[in-house]
């Protein structure tokens, strides 16, 4: 492992780190002594190579995916999905409700939020796509795809996934 990449990914460590409040110290105790805190801080600083298999535990124990460790990394998908989304309100009532269930509360949600009951379709940003996707436990592209699928994203929308 390069010197530059072991800091990158140390600077990803210590970001995640802190984002969570965490001090080095409180790492090692809240994972019961299994994180060294002196160790931690090796790794922060890209004084000691991570293993595959620690990176992963360390990911663990944060609660995020290893890629949002990963220099250059990120816990979205490769694509990105398209900047406007048009659901399709007639199409949506078709799904059974134990798939449509999230997003139909979601989009009454926005719908009471704005007063828009024009009741055959819904525009929403792409940025709502990627809470959909926190929501059903799945990237923003494979969502998009399973909404094409149901039927109530236009298949042109996968060319934005492109």
């Not at 994972?31 to 004084?47: L, T």
């Amino acid at each position: 492992m390069s010197t530059e990449y072991a800091r990158a990914l140390g600077g990803r460590l210590r970001a995640i780190r802190q984002q969570q409040g965490l001090s080095l110290q409180r790492v090692e105790e809240k994972s019961g002594g299994k994180w060294k805190a002196v160790v931690i801080g090796s790794y922060e600083r890209g004084d000691r190579a991570v293993t595959v298999a620690k990176l992963a535990q360390l990911a663990d124990f944060y609660g995020v995916p290893v890629a949002v460790l990963l220099p250059g990394g990120s816990a979205t998908a490769s694509h990105e999905p398209p900047a406007r989304i048009v659901i399709d309100l007639e199409k949506l009532a078709n799904v059974p409700p134990d798939k449509s269930g999230p997003l139909t509360r979601y989009l009454n949600a926005i719908q009471a939020q704005r007063g828009d009951y024009n009741g055959r379709v819904l525009t929403v940003r792409g940025d709502d796509l990627r809470t959909l996707a926190v929501i059903y436990d799945t990237t923003p592209s494979a969502l998009a795809e399973e909404l094409i699928a149901w039927g109530v994203l236009n298949a042109d929308a996968s060319k934005s996934l492109d």
